[in-house]
Nanobody
Framework: LQLAESGGGLVQPGGSLRLSCAAS????????IAWFRQAPGKEREAVSCITRDSGTTAYADSVKGRAAASRDNAENTVYLQIGGLEPQDTGVYYC?????????????????????WGQGTQVTVSS
């Protein structure tokens, strides 16, 4: 059971990225997927959550209005698009999965809610 993130890189301020989270060994269709990020010297921060049927999405205030989570269950992949990137968006971005998750406002930002984690993809926003 694995999650693999991709799509990170070096981006100039104001740019955008689409991160991918590909699942293998299990069907991501049955899982809510969250994105977290961690900057050097800081705690892991919740970024977004999307339910199995994409009926509910949730975003941290820091990315609200700039980020969009989506999923393609047929491709077993979940995506996070972020625009208007700022240097404070720099960090390692992780996706995480929890079976039958609801992206509850009090629960989805908690790393302990998730059973499976990817290895992360580095995003660096710099000119």
């Amino acid at each position: 059971l694995q999650l693999a993130e991709s799509g990170g890189g070096l981006v100039q301020p104001g740019g955008s990225l689409r991160l991918s989270c590909a699942a293998s060994g299990f069907t991501v269709e049955y899982y809510a997927i969250a994105w977290f990020r961690q900057a050097p010297g800081k705690e892991r921060e919740a970024v977004s959550c999307i339910t199995r049927d994409s009926g509910t999405t949730a975003y941290a205030d820091s990315v609200k209005g700039r980020a969009a989570a989506s999923r393609d269950n047929a491709e077993n992949t979940v995506y996070l698009q972020i625009g208007g990137l700022e240097p404070q968006d720099t960090g390692v971005y992780y996706c995480a999965a929890v079976a039958a998750g609801s992206c509850h406002p009090l629960l989805w930002p908690q790393p302990s809610e998730y059973n499976y984690w990817g290895q992360g993809t580095q995003v660096t926003v710099s000119s």
